[in-house]
Protein backbone atom coordinates (compact mmCIF):
# COMPACT_ATOMS: atom_id res chain seq x y z
CA UNK A 1 0.00 0.00 0.00
CA UNK A 2 1.16 3.88 -0.93
CA UNK A 3 2.53 5.56 2.13
CA UNK A 4 2.46 9.36 1.82
CA UNK A 5 3.78 10.75 5.02
CA UNK A 6 3.49 14.58 5.77
CA UNK A 7 5.49 15.47 9.22
CA UNK A 8 3.47 17.33 11.28
CA UNK A 9 -0.69 16.71 11.33
CA UNK A 10 -0.86 20.60 12.75
CA UNK A 11 1.41 23.54 12.35
CA UNK A 12 1.67 27.13 13.90
CA UNK A 13 3.69 29.94 13.14
CA UNK A 14 3.90 33.10 13.45
CA UNK A 15 3.82 36.18 10.51
CA UNK A 16 7.08 36.68 8.54
CA UNK A 17 8.25 33.42 10.19
CA UNK A 18 10.09 30.61 7.06
CA UNK A 19 7.97 27.69 7.14
CA UNK A 20 8.70 24.04 5.67
CA UNK A 21 6.43 21.65 5.05
CA UNK A 22 7.89 17.65 4.72
CA UNK A 23 6.56 15.50 2.84
CA UNK A 24 8.10 11.54 1.72
CA UNK A 25 6.67 8.83 0.22
CA UNK A 26 7.87 5.37 0.17
CA UNK A 27 6.67 3.71 -3.27
CA UNK A 28 9.34 5.56 -5.64
CA UNK A 29 6.99 7.61 -7.40
CA UNK A 30 8.51 10.31 -9.54
CA UNK A 31 6.08 12.89 -9.74
CA UNK A 32 5.23 14.44 -6.39
CA UNK A 33 2.27 17.29 -5.86
CA UNK A 34 1.45 19.86 -3.28
CA UNK A 35 -2.20 21.20 -3.09
CA UNK A 36 -3.52 23.42 -0.84
CA UNK A 37 -7.36 22.84 0.77
CA UNK A 38 -9.55 25.65 1.43
CA UNK A 39 -13.68 25.34 2.19
CA UNK A 40 -15.40 26.04 -1.19
CA UNK A 41 -12.44 26.06 -3.04
CA UNK A 42 -11.48 22.42 -3.58
CA UNK A 43 -7.53 21.08 -3.90
CA UNK A 44 -5.64 23.89 -5.33
CA UNK A 45 -2.07 22.99 -7.33
CA UNK A 46 0.99 25.06 -5.82
CA UNK A 47 3.96 23.02 -7.17
CA UNK A 48 4.50 19.84 -8.53
CA UNK A 49 7.69 18.00 -9.77
CA UNK A 50 8.48 15.13 -12.32
CA UNK A 51 11.93 13.88 -11.09
CA UNK A 52 14.40 14.91 -8.56
CA UNK A 53 16.02 18.38 -8.83
CA UNK A 54 12.96 19.63 -10.80
CA UNK A 55 10.00 21.53 -10.38
CA UNK A 56 7.09 23.10 -11.76
CA UNK A 57 5.12 25.71 -10.72
CA UNK A 58 1.10 24.80 -10.42
CA UNK A 59 -1.99 27.14 -10.13
CA UNK A 60 -1.18 29.41 -7.35
CA UNK A 61 2.62 29.01 -6.46
CA UNK A 62 2.85 33.12 -5.09
CA UNK A 63 4.55 32.68 -1.87
CA UNK A 64 5.54 29.43 -2.20
CA UNK A 65 8.64 27.79 -3.28
CA UNK A 66 9.72 23.95 -3.15
CA UNK A 67 12.97 21.18 -2.94
CA UNK A 68 12.74 17.88 -4.71
CA UNK A 69 16.46 16.62 -3.41
CA UNK A 70 15.96 13.22 -2.99
CA UNK A 71 13.42 11.53 -5.09
CA UNK A 72 11.48 10.40 -1.77
CA UNK A 73 11.01 13.66 -0.32
CA UNK A 74 8.81 16.70 -1.60
CA UNK A 75 9.16 20.12 0.46
CA UNK A 76 7.30 22.97 0.24
CA UNK A 77 8.22 26.35 1.95
CA UNK A 78 6.68 29.09 2.93
CA UNK A 79 9.74 31.98 2.39
CA UNK A 80 8.09 34.50 4.31
CA UNK A 81 4.70 33.38 6.08
CA UNK A 82 2.16 35.36 6.04
CA UNK A 83 -1.72 34.79 7.64
CA UNK A 84 -3.62 34.37 4.26
CA UNK A 85 -1.60 30.80 3.95
CA UNK A 86 -3.32 29.70 7.04
CA UNK A 87 -4.59 26.09 5.52
CA UNK A 88 -4.98 22.59 4.95
CA UNK A 89 -1.81 21.35 2.71
CA UNK A 90 -2.09 18.29 0.98
CA UNK A 91 1.13 16.51 -0.57
CA UNK A 92 0.37 13.23 -3.15
CA UNK A 93 2.35 11.24 -5.38
CA UNK A 94 1.70 9.13 -8.49
CA UNK A 95 4.07 7.12 -10.48
CA UNK A 96 4.86 7.47 -14.00
CA UNK A 97 4.03 4.86 -16.68
CA UNK A 98 0.93 5.89 -18.41
CA UNK A 99 -1.25 9.14 -18.27
CA UNK A 100 -4.42 9.23 -16.30
CA UNK A 101 -2.74 7.68 -12.71
CA UNK A 102 -4.57 7.85 -9.08
CA UNK A 103 -2.59 10.40 -6.65
CA UNK A 104 -2.02 9.13 -2.91
CA UNK A 105 -2.53 11.59 -1.07
CA UNK A 106 -0.95 11.96 2.48
CA UNK A 107 -3.14 13.03 5.93
CA UNK A 108 -2.28 16.68 5.76
CA UNK A 109 -1.06 19.13 7.67
CA UNK A 110 -3.31 22.66 8.79
CA UNK A 111 -1.13 25.22 8.80
CA UNK A 112 -2.41 28.12 11.35
CA UNK A 113 -0.20 31.32 10.92
CA UNK A 114 -0.24 33.86 13.22
CA UNK B 1 -5.86 25.46 -18.30
CA UNK B 2 -8.25 23.35 -17.40
CA UNK B 3 -11.45 24.03 -15.45
CA UNK B 4 -13.50 21.80 -13.35
CA UNK B 5 -17.28 22.64 -12.02
CA UNK B 6 -18.84 20.36 -9.47
CA UNK B 7 -22.59 20.47 -8.46
CA UNK B 8 -24.25 20.71 -5.92
CA UNK B 9 -21.96 21.82 -2.88
CA UNK B 10 -24.18 20.05 -0.56
CA UNK B 11 -26.33 17.56 -0.64
CA UNK B 12 -28.60 15.75 2.02
CA UNK B 13 -30.39 12.68 1.27
CA UNK B 14 -31.98 10.42 3.22
CA UNK B 15 -30.56 6.82 4.31
CA UNK B 16 -31.50 4.17 1.34
CA UNK B 17 -31.94 6.78 -1.37
CA UNK B 18 -29.32 7.84 -4.36
CA UNK B 19 -27.10 10.62 -4.44
CA UNK B 20 -25.90 11.96 -7.74
CA UNK B 21 -23.13 14.91 -7.98
CA UNK B 22 -22.20 16.36 -11.20
CA UNK B 23 -19.18 17.98 -12.95
CA UNK B 24 -17.93 19.60 -15.96
CA UNK B 25 -14.86 20.19 -17.17
CA UNK B 26 -13.36 22.86 -20.12
CA UNK B 27 -10.55 20.76 -21.98
CA UNK B 28 -11.91 18.46 -24.43
CA UNK B 29 -7.90 16.94 -24.29
CA UNK B 30 -8.71 15.65 -20.76
CA UNK B 31 -9.22 11.75 -20.71
CA UNK B 32 -9.02 11.03 -17.33
CA UNK B 33 -12.05 11.22 -14.69
CA UNK B 34 -11.36 10.36 -10.60
CA UNK B 35 -12.95 10.54 -8.15
CA UNK B 36 -12.15 10.99 -4.52
CA UNK B 37 -13.95 10.64 -0.87
CA UNK B 38 -12.67 12.51 2.24
CA UNK B 39 -13.95 11.79 5.44
CA UNK B 40 -14.06 14.46 8.21
CA UNK B 41 -10.36 14.99 9.47
CA UNK B 42 -9.02 12.21 6.81
CA UNK B 43 -7.05 12.35 3.67
CA UNK B 44 -8.69 12.17 0.05
CA UNK B 45 -8.84 8.05 -1.13
CA UNK B 46 -9.94 7.43 -4.90
CA UNK B 47 -13.01 5.32 -4.55
CA UNK B 48 -13.40 5.17 -8.31
CA UNK B 49 -11.78 6.49 -11.69
CA UNK B 50 -12.61 6.75 -15.49
CA UNK B 51 -11.04 6.91 -18.58
CA UNK B 52 -12.21 8.57 -21.85
CA UNK B 53 -12.39 5.40 -23.66
CA UNK B 54 -15.36 4.10 -21.73
CA UNK B 55 -18.60 5.84 -20.81
CA UNK B 56 -19.59 3.70 -18.04
CA UNK B 57 -17.46 2.45 -14.79
CA UNK B 58 -19.31 0.60 -11.62
CA UNK B 59 -17.71 -0.54 -8.68
CA UNK B 60 -21.12 -1.89 -6.10
CA UNK B 61 -22.64 0.72 -5.28
CA UNK B 62 -20.71 3.09 -6.60
CA UNK B 63 -20.96 4.40 -10.47
CA UNK B 64 -19.36 7.01 -12.86
CA UNK B 65 -20.78 8.37 -16.44
CA UNK B 66 -18.97 10.04 -18.51
CA UNK B 67 -20.29 12.33 -21.48
CA UNK B 68 -17.12 13.32 -23.56
CA UNK B 69 -19.54 15.77 -26.41
CA UNK B 70 -21.33 17.64 -23.49
CA UNK B 71 -17.82 17.37 -21.26
CA UNK B 72 -19.41 16.13 -18.20
CA UNK B 73 -19.48 13.55 -16.05
CA UNK B 74 -21.04 12.14 -12.74
CA UNK B 75 -21.12 10.00 -9.65
CA UNK B 76 -23.89 7.94 -8.36
CA UNK B 77 -24.16 6.22 -5.44
CA UNK B 78 -26.62 4.00 -4.33
CA UNK B 79 -28.63 2.79 -1.44
CA UNK B 80 -26.65 5.14 0.43
CA UNK B 81 -25.17 4.60 4.05
CA UNK B 82 -24.44 6.59 7.07
CA UNK B 83 -20.43 5.59 5.87
CA UNK B 84 -20.84 7.55 2.75
CA UNK B 85 -21.18 11.32 4.54
CA UNK B 86 -18.31 13.13 3.11
CA UNK B 87 -16.87 15.49 0.85
CA UNK B 88 -16.52 14.25 -2.76
CA UNK B 89 -14.12 15.93 -5.10
CA UNK B 90 -14.35 15.07 -8.95
CA UNK B 91 -10.98 15.55 -11.04
CA UNK B 92 -9.86 15.68 -14.71
CA UNK B 93 -6.51 15.35 -16.24
CA UNK B 94 -5.57 16.15 -19.67
CA UNK B 95 -3.51 13.03 -19.82
CA UNK B 96 -0.20 14.45 -21.39
CA UNK B 97 1.22 15.58 -17.86
CA UNK B 98 0.31 14.26 -14.39
CA UNK B 99 -1.33 16.84 -13.02
CA UNK B 100 -5.11 16.76 -11.50
CA UNK B 101 -7.55 19.74 -11.92
CA UNK B 102 -10.42 19.46 -9.04
CA UNK B 103 -13.93 20.92 -8.76
CA UNK B 104 -14.45 22.26 -5.54
CA UNK B 105 -16.04 19.46 -3.59
CA UNK B 106 -19.47 17.98 -2.20
CA UNK B 107 -20.36 17.24 1.03
CA UNK B 108 -22.89 14.99 1.23
CA UNK B 109 -24.84 14.19 4.37
CA UNK B 110 -26.65 10.13 4.79
CA UNK B 111 -29.58 10.68 7.26
CA UNK B 112 -30.22 8.33 9.33
Known amino acids: DVKVTQSSRYLVKRTGEKVFLECVQD?????MFWYRQDPGLGLRLIYF???????EKGDIPEGYSVSREKKERFSLILESASTNQTSMYLC?????????????FGDGTRLSIL | GENVEQHPSTLSVQEGDSAVIKCTYS??????FPWYKQELGKRPQLIID?????GEKKDQRIAVTLNKTAKHFSLHITETQPEDSAVYFC???????????FGAGTTVTVRA
Open chain 2, 27 to 32: DSASNY
Open chain 1, 27 to 31: MDHEN
Open chain 2, 50 to 54: IRSNV
Open chain 1, 92 to 104: ASTPTGGKGQPQH
Open chain 2, 91 to 101: AASMGHDYKLS
Open chain 1, 49 to 55: SYDVKMK
